[in-house]
């Protein structure tokens, strides 16, 4: 089945360093892909979609200038989280659209704590 | 616009037992229907979906669920629980219009199993 890998599962940073965190797909090729932030107990909220070669497309109330996406290959995104704030600290979770089927397949997450 | 409702925050079923989890959608076309489930600090795992055709959707784990339009629910059960089961699950929505795909995933509902 196709997998989607994010690197790193868990990074711990102090606050105002920034963070980035990778998103591939491994068997399949993805012109858009997402990113999601879970709070603890709570659901996923997504961040924003990542496409292919062109800006993000990011959700109210996200800073785009705080979190950074860049999707520059048809397998890969990456988010950073710059000057990170204990406030940043959570569950950060992409996926990625399979071009050929339109399935959308989770990532395992990274695991972020800013101390 | 689309919205996904999760009755019941947390389930509490005994090992053996019939799991029901509730799950009401909202969307403006025709949706796509989605199962997650979520074992503690890790991604989502999709458990099953519904697209188009058969109502009644069978996933992995001896899960399945029903897509009834005119209640606008998309239940997932299984008929005898078993402690592996004891985790989070996510409902989602997604709909295509104007070839775009959006997630919207419900709150959640995390189920206990009790021995």
């Known amino acids: 089945g196709a997998v989607v890998s994010q690197h790193p599962s868990r990074v711990i940073c102090k606050s105002g360093t920034s963070v980035k965190i990778e998103c591939r797909s491994l068997d399949f090729q993805a012109t858009t892909m997402f990113w999601y932030r879970q709070f603890p107990k709570q659901s996923l909220m997504l961040m924003a979609t990542s496409n292919e070669g062109s800006k993000a497309t990011y959700e109210q109330g996200v800073e785009k200038d705080k979190f950074l996406i860049n999707h520059a290959s048809l397998t890969l995104s990456t988010l950073t989280v710059t000057s990170a704030h204990p406030e940043d600290s959570s569950f950060y979770i992409c996926?990625?659209?399979?071009?050929?089927?339109?399935?959308?397949?989770f990532g395992p997450g990274t695991r972020l704590t800013v101390t | 616009a689309q919205s996904v409702t999760q009755l019941g925050s947390h389930v509490s079923v005994s090992e053996g037992a019939l799991v029901l989890l509730r799950c009401n959608y909202s969307s403006s076309v025709p949706p796509y229907l989605f199962w997650y489930v979520q074992y503690p600090n890790q991604g989502l795992q999709l458990l099953l979906k519904?697209?188009?055709?058969?109502?009644l959707v069978k996933g992995i784990n001896g899960f399945e669920a029903e897509f009834k339009k005119s209640e606008t629910s998309f239940h997932l059960t299984k008929p005898s629980a078993h402690m592996s089961d004891a985790a989070e699950y996510f409902c989602a929505v997604s709909s295509r219009a104007g070839g775009y795909q959006k997630v919207t995933f419900g709150t959640g509902t995390k189920l206990q199993v009790i021995p």
């Open positions: 996926s990625a659209r399979d071009i050929s089927s339109y399935e959308q397949y």
């Open positions: 519904y697209t188009t055709g058969a109502t």
